[in-house]
């Protein structure tokens, strides 16, 4: 998969190379969105290999130092911190509409993020 990845990722920066060659203006609000995407997946994928990898290891995939990693870390933690404060909001959400079993799965969700970000704080203390 990751040479498809590859492959697709060369395919993108030639068509984008010629797009703003053709009509810079044109490939802004494109290349913007892409952006956006991407660094969603980024976070997405940093938060994944977080639960199985050294923040050291993240560092080294993502070719940064580790500032960079750190930095990056509160990036992490301020994604996961956010995304508890959403499952908490579902959670009262679901109570007031008497539905228990989404709260229920809020609950699990958040309950699991938390750990995630304990863990991901451990990791933290180890680059530190």
Known sequence: MP??????RE??????????ATDAIG????????QRE???????AVRQAAQNSSWREIAEAL?????????????YA???????KVQQRAIKQARRDGDTDKAQDARTRRVALAAELRKAARARKDLG
């Open 3 to 8: 040479n498809d990845l590859d492959a697709t």
């Open 38 to 44: 991407t660094d969603e997946h980024l976070r997405d």
């Open 78 to 84: 301020k994604g996961v911190a956010d995304e508890m």
């Open 11 to 20: 395919l993108l920066s030639r068509q984008l190379t010629q797009a703003v």
């Open 27 to 34: 490939a802004l609000p494109i290349i913007a969105a892409l």
């Open 63 to 75: 070719g940064v130092s580790k500032q960079a990693a750190h930095q990056r870390f509160r990036l």
